[in-house]
């Protein structure tokens, strides 16, 4: 019965991973058109859980099985939405393989969720989904308007922002491919999350000034992106430099951005990550420090924008132990490992225990169509979740 489960969630992550904004390769970002159509497949898994479905106002989609009002509830989850040319299993497969272990755990009262932002592709908000189910997410709709729109133009309505909030679970769950190598490495399918990264995220605005490139001398070019272009190099190297952080320059905006005009603004993003915040906060003020030392090189300046500050989260202790049974019992060696990625855990650890389950990503790569998984994996991530939701 595990076995056929886990052959249909992973069928499954790959008929979502077709519903997209774009032909040919899997994006889905914030309440995107093929989100309507995730949320009736999800919906209809749901109910097939004996699970009843609600649509929040985010568009956050829930199936929650109610037990005796005593009973301790679980919350298990991750994200629907995906980043652009993404694989099919990133998030996705949290939100399935919880609804199979549902169905395998047919009398435990609990609630699946599938949050419907947690990547922040579109508007450089990450975690919209995770924040509004604890209540935090008002602040990020009052700061961009744009949000509010893009859940009017959806069918939701944002006024029933905080009609989201849901905290009385006693505990939150999710199930993430680990999007890296170790676990392949050690040659295992799961892997138990200690803790979680901290992240920052920021915007770098390098403002010099456009003009001819046919007739602007080289020594009098202010070239916000010749700017840029060395900052990136030197982030980059300050990387590799320190053992165990991760600094990101992903995306890089340039204006106007014609091949005859000396680029006079560049908005680049950076992303920085240690699971120490004490080394994450000391790095992004010496990679801010370098940008503004090769902003005078340039007579370019430069502005930092701040975006994300999470800090690094340690998973709940009493789970782990939970979880490191339910492994053992199940003949998994209950190997601790921690997320260099970001999750929905982390917002939900601000208001209850949470605990992850990593399942090993072969070929250890992520947020790449090339993403998968091994049914065998899915099957003892089956197992094993099935006796940690029941042993509540
Ligand atoms: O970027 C991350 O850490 C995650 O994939 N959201
Ligand atoms: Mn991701
Ligand atoms: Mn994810």
Redesign the pocket.
């Known amino acids: 019965m595990i076995r056929s489960a886990a052959e249909e969630v992973v069928a499954r992550c790959l008929t979502l991973s077709r519903l997209s904004e774009e032909t040919g390769r899997t994006t889905r970002t914030f309440l995107s058109p093929p989100m309507h159509a995730v949320h009736e497949l999800v919906g209809t898994w749901m109910r097939e859980a004996r699970l009843d479905v609600s649509i929040d106002a985010v568009g956050n989609i829930r199936g929650t099985r109610n037990g005796p009002a005593s009973a301790r509830r679980l919350l298990i989850g991750s994200?629907l939405d995906t980043?652009p040319n993404a694989g099919a299993y990133?998030?996705i497969l949290g939100v399935v393989a919880g609804i199979a272990i549902a169905r395998l755990a047919e009398n435990t009262p609990l609630t699946v969720v599938g949050f419907s932002e947690?990547?922040?592709v579109k508007f450089a908000v990450?975690?919209l989904g995770s924040r509004a189910l604890i209540g935090t997410a008002q602040p990020l709709l009052d700061a961009d308007p744009r949000i509010a729109e893009s859940i009017r133009a959806f069918g939701l309505d944002p006024e029933r922002l905080a009609d989201a909030r849901f905290v009385d679970a006693t505990a939150y769950f999710e199930i993430h491919i680990e999007?890296g190598p170790c676990l392949e490495h050690l040659n295992i399918p799961l892997g138990i999350v200690d803790s979680i990264a901290g992240?920052s995220r920021l915007n770098v605005i390098f403002t010099g000034a456009a003009n001819h490139a046919g007739t602007t001398p080289m020594h009098l070019r202010r070239d916000a992106l010749a700017a840029a272009g060395q900052w990136i190099h030197a982030v980059r190297e300050f990387g590799l430099a320190r053992e165990g952080l991760l600094a990101t320059v992903g995306r890089c905006e340039i204006e106007p951005g014609a091949g005859n005009v000396v680029p006079g603004k560049v908005t680049a993003s950076l992303?920085v990550?240690h699971k120490k915040d004490s080394v994450r906060y000391a790095a992004v003020d010496r990679i801010l420090e370098s940008a503004k030392d090769i902003g005078v090189r340039h007579v370019v300046t430069v502005e930092p924008v701040k975006l994300l500050d999470i800090p690094a989260t340690p998973m709940d202790p009493h789970l782990i132990a939970m979880l490191s049974n339910a492994l053992s019992t199940e003949g998994f060696a209950p190997h601790h490992i921690t997320s260099?990625?970001?999750?929905d855990a982390m917002i939900l650890a601000q208001v209850m225990p949470a605990s992850m389950l990593f399942v090993r990503s072969p070929g250890g790569i992520?947020?790449h169509p090339d993403e998968a998984v091994l049914v065998d994996d899915i099957e003892a991530a089956l197992r094993c979740g099935k006796r940690f939701v029941e042993s509540f």
Do not use: K
């Open positions: 994200h980043v990133d998030g947690e990547e922040g990450p975690f999007q992240q992303d990550r260099g990625a970001g999750h992520s947020h």
